[in-house]
């Protein structure tokens, strides 16, 4: 079966702008989550998605925000962009049981210059 | 606090040594605990997890993980490292979500 695809797989933008990221989980999967990976923090969790509902929330800005459609793609969206924001997101599905094995996307690489 | 950690942020092994990694974990009970891999430029495999039962728990690719509760360890381990190893080893557990380690960076010498 196909995996977490995510899209695009590299992004540049500027300070300011704002951005969205997508994700498509494996076919089934209702629970979609976002981490984002920098080399200073490492993985940290910003969100977690289930049945088009925000189940969890990590400990990032107002500025990133998510939703999930009714057929289990999310959009992460980040506004007004700033330098730090640069770092790879991942995101990753589940069938929505928090005992179940969690699939990662590639990530998007996001530059903000 | 609730936290992860890896002590080793690079380890380097020979090709067919035996490898071990560390990580200890905070947490307020025993949480779901998982290893995850990450090869350069992509996403996370899940290598093993640990939910209940047998502490000692078998994970794809060789490798194998034990759960101390007393010592809140969940270190990984392999007993002959191949070259296709290399990659970045995290720690992980889950409580409300995710939360990992920092990585522990694995170089294998040929």
């Known amino acids: 079966k196909a995996g977490v695809t995510q899209t695009p797989r590299y992004l540049i933008k500027t300070r300011g702008q704002q951005v969205t990221l997508s994700c498509s989980p494996i076919?089934?999967?209702?629970?979609v989550s976002w981490y984002q990976q920098t080399p200073g923090q490492g993985l940290q969790f910003l969100f977690e998605y289930f049945s088009e509902t925000q189940r969890n929330k990590g400990n990032f800005p107002g500025r990133f925000s998510g939703r999930q459609f009714s057929n289990s793609r999310s959009e992460m969206n980040v506004s007004t962009l700033e330098l730090g924001d640069s770092a790879l997101y991942l995101c990753?599905?589940?069938?929505?049981?928090?005992?179940?094995?969690?699939?990662f996307g590639q990530g998007t690489r996001l530059t903000v210059v | 606090a609730q936290s992860v950690t890896q002590p080793d942020i690079h380890i380097t092994v020979s090709e067919g040594a035996s490898l071990e990694l560390r990580c200890n974990y905070s947490y307020g009970a025993t949480p779901y605990l998982f290893w995850y891999v990450q090869s350069p430029g992509q996403g996370l495999q899940l290598l093993l997890k640990y939910f209940s039962g047998d502490t000692l728990v078998q994970g794809i690719k060789g490798f194998e993980a034990e759960f101390k509760r007393s010592q809140s360890s969940f270190n990984l381990r392999k007993p002959s490292v191949h070259w296709s190893d290399a990659a970045e080893y995290f720690c992980g557990y889950y409580g409300q979500n995710f939360v990992f380690g920092p990585g522990t960076r694995l170089s294998v010498l040929p």
């Open positions: 990753a599905s589940n069938l929505g049981g928090y005992e179940t094995e969690a699939f």
């Open positions: 076919s089934g999967h209702r629970s």
